[in-house]
């Protein structure tokens, strides 16, 4: 399974947020507040929130909030709507925004849908 972001999903900080540092992530450029990712480690993974990003001097600290369910849940119902996904990716509204998720862009859900 891959992980987006290394992190111990017990640790939480002041915030009471699971947090981690940004440079941990293998792409940071996915790290961004809003985004869905996958956190944790290979034998404990789970499907995060991102809620933001605070600049510290020893590193930027991602702040993740643990939605509910395993990640297995979660690529079984991307399976399941992955045919409603790559159709709904072609209808367009302004700006090459998707009716689906209006945060993102048809090739993010061809892209998805597709994994």
Known sequence: MRI????????EDETGLVW???DEADDPGLIRPGEIV????????????V??????????I????????AVGQYRRLIDRIG???????SERVGGGITTLDPRRTRSEWVELAAA
Do not use: M
């Not at 987006?4 to 640790?11: E, H, K, Q, R």
């Open 4 to 11: 987006d972001i290394p992190a111990d999903l017990n640790s």
């Open 20 to 22: 981690t540092f940004l």
């Open 38 to 49: 996958v956190a944790g480690s290979e034998l404990t993974a789970a499907v995060c929130e």
């Open 51 to 60: 809620v933001d990003l605070v600049d510290k001097p020893a590193g930027t």
């Open 62 to 69: 991602v702040h993740l909030r643990i939605l509910p369910g």
């Open 83 to 89: 045919a409603q996904a790559r159709a709904w990716s």
